[in-house]
């Protein structure tokens, strides 16, 4: 009972009947250039800082410093290799990276 006669005052204050502000309401009408004003303002105070942000996160954590190494243990499940890779030596994956990627036995560089 209090939804209808909100409705019905709600109604007054925009100059239509109850009968039509239920029937846009129902059929989900909005305007075009509501829609395009709502997703405009979006676009600049949402998404836009958020990517800003994301950007700065990402800078700032590149400039951290760099990682210590772990030591190499030479556990007898990993590095498992039944043939060689099929490009370069056999020996390195296709994006090794001799800092981080150590070979079966040792890293690279000690």
Do not use: C
């Not at 909100?6 to 129902?26: E, T």
């Not at 303002?41 to 994301?54: C, E, K, N, Q, R």
């Amino acid at each position: 009972m209090a939804v209808v006669a909100a409705v019905f005052q709600l109604s007054g204050l925009l100059g239509r009947s109850g009968a039509q502000l239920g029937q846009s309401m129902l059929s989900g009408a909005h305007s075009e250039e509501g829609s395009a004003h709502i997703w405009k303002a979006l676009t600049y105070f949402i998404a836009l800082p958020g990517v800003g942000l994301s950007m700065l996160n990402g800078f700032l954590k590149s400039h951290h410093g760099e990682h210590e190494r772990l030591e190499f243990i030479a556990y007898p499940h990993l590095h498992i290799r039944s043939k060689p890779f099929s490009w370069g030596d056999g020996n390195h994956t296709l994006f090794h990276n001799s800092h981080v990627n150590p070979l079966p036995t040792r890293y690279e560089d000690e």
